[in-house]
């Protein structure tokens, strides 16, 4: 059965740095493109980064961009993502998601076909 399970998620001062880990199990991700999506308390799922099945497409939503580094390793079935200069507002559960499209990802999560069950970032002020 395939299976995303994040991890790196905490608890951590505004200004610093975590790097999340999506790791694929069930079947090969290699030729699908990942994304990460998160939900804060009260509010609707978003797209936060994509990435095509060989990195060389990377999108990102314009509220992490410059931030946020999203990157994948497809000998270990691993995503991830790097988060700097982390705020207060990037504090929400974080969900890694995988589609054989980008643009699904991208455009109508409602579609995509494998979700993680989430990690949860706090960022304190």
């Known amino acids: 059965q395939a299976q995303l399970v994040e991890s790196g998620g905490g608890l951590v001062q505004a200004g610093g740095s975590l790097r999340l880990s999506c790791a694929a199990s069930?079947?090969?991700?290699?030729?699908?493109?990942m994304g990460w999506f998160r939900q804060a308390p009260g509010k609707e799922r978003e797209f936060v980064a994509a990435?095509?099945?060989?990195?060389?497409?990377?999108n990102y939503a314009d509220s992490v961009k410059g931030r946020f580094t999203i990157a994948r390793d497809n000998a270990k079935n691993t995503v991830y993502l790097q988060m700097n200069s982390l705020k207060p507002e990037d504090t929400a559960v974080y969900y890694c998601?995988?589609?054989?499209?980008?643009?699904?990802?991208?455009?109508?999560?409602?579609?995509?076909?494998?979700w993680g069950k989430g990690t949860l970032v706090t960022v304190s002020s």
């Open positions: 069930g079947r090969t991700f290699s030729f699908y493109a």
């Open positions: 998601a995988a589609d054989g499209k980008l643009a699904t990802l991208i455009k109508n999560y409602g579609a995509v076909d494998y």
């Open positions: 990435i095509s099945w060989d990195g060389g497409n990377r």
